[in-house]
């Protein structure tokens, strides 16, 4: 992973602020949602029970794993479907064998992929950071947790849940659903079947699912009452739906076609407040107000307080990997009255939601 960053004066850095918004609208729902992404992903490595434990120590409203799944038909959490970057996978012998090439939502890529091994198998690799370059502190943590699956982050959430004493929510993705369709594996049954299991089954429950697909959403729709989120990226399309694209979603009328079947919208956070060309925030769009107006929820995505991820006024200097202030960012967005959002960094995204 490359780093391109400004090499600019810290006199600049200071004269640039980050543009003050109106609130737009209130959010639908009550309090503003924490979505611990992957976990505490900032702070171990993610999609791991480590992760997922300590977002919910630092006051995580709902954790979120992203769905694969097994050659045997299991649900597990991982980034990607591809582990190479995720785990020890490389480094096993008994693997190399595994190590293929794929073509995935028009992507050819090569590692190894958890449809070709068994949940025994990959219960015996390790986890590793995904982003070494950026949290090497992170990397102290290698090796020490295995992949987690569904069920045992269900688990997690209903004990924390009693222990905390405070509902500890879900919000799973469905992570290339036609895809795994494809290969005899969906997504829907297992997922829905393990839902019911722990009594998630109507808008009450504390779960939300999301896709970056719509047709798995759609389906889903018929199937469930649980709440439903169309994720949009800043540019492109939805695999399983290059007719459309997501720029077209995000406007009013785009906006009130997806609440025909879902509840809310996930959008890449430049679709609600996009960057000017020195890198600071801009002037925010109508995303939350339309939305708000279809009776969508509005959850953007992610927020993390590296430097190399925030807006220029943000950042604490040159260095990719040093830490910036990504509270100011978040109460930006809070100012657009945003229902939830995404965070790497669950302490901060407290402090700024529940300020």
Not at 36 to 56: C, D, F, N, W
Not at 78 to 102: C, L
Not at 204 to 232: G, W
Not at 265 to 286: M, Q, Y
Request: one cysteine or more; proline letters at 6%.
């Amino acid at each position: 992973m490359r780093y391109l960053v400004p090499m600019l004066s810290a006199a600049l850095l200071s004269a640039c602020s980050i543009t003050e918004s109106k609130a737009m609208e209130k959010p639908l729902d009550g309090p503003v949602l924490v979505i611990a992404h992957r976990g505490a992903s900032g702070e171990r490595p993610e999609h791991t029970l480590g992760s997922y434990t300590l977002a919910i120590e630092q006051g995580a409203d709902f954790i979120e794993p992203d769905l694969v799944l097994t050659k045997d038909g299991i649900l597990v959490a991982r980034h990607e479907n591809e582990i190479s970057e995720t785990t020890d996978v490389a480094a096993r012998p008994e693997f190399a064998g595994r190590k293929t090439s794929k073509t995935i939502d028009g992507q050819t890529m090569t590692g190894w992929f958890t449809e070709d091994f068994t949940l025994a198998e990959l219960k015996t690799l390790r986890a590793k950071e995904r982003l070494p370059q950026l949290r090497k502190a992170n990397m102290a943590f290698d090796g020490q947790f295995e992949i987690p699956t569904f069920e045992e982050i269900l688990d997690l959430a209903k004990a924390q849940s009693a222990k905390t004493g405070r509902t500890i929510g879900i919000y799973p993705e469905t992570k290339h659903p036609s895809y795994f369709a494809s290969i005899g594996l969906p997504h829907e049954a297992p997922l829905l079947a393990l839902l019911e299991r722990y009594g998630h089954v109507d808008k009450a429950a504390p779960v939300f699912i999301q896709s970056f697909e719509v047709e798995n959403l759609k389906a889903l729709r018929a199937k469930t009452k649980v709440r439903l989120i169309q994720l949009m990226d800043e540019k492109g399309s939805p695999p399983d739906r290059p007719d459309l694209n997501y720029p077209a979603m995000a406007t009013a009328d785009g906006l009130k076609a997806v609440a025909a079947y879902a509840d809310g919208v996930g959008p890449n956070k430049a679709l609600v407040i996009p960057r000017t060309l020195l890198g600071n925030l801009g002037e925010p769009t109508t995303l939350v107000r339309d939305a708000h107006k279809a009776g969508l929820a509005v959850h953007p995505w992610t927020f993390r307080r590296e430097n190399y991820f925030l807006p220029l006024s943000a950042k604490s200097g040159v260095d990719p990997r040093a830490v910036g202030d990504v509270v100011s960012e978040i109460r930006a967005y809070l100012a657009t009255g945003i229902d939830g959002f995404f965070s790497d960094n669950v302490a901060e995204a407290v402090a700024a939601a529940k300020d």
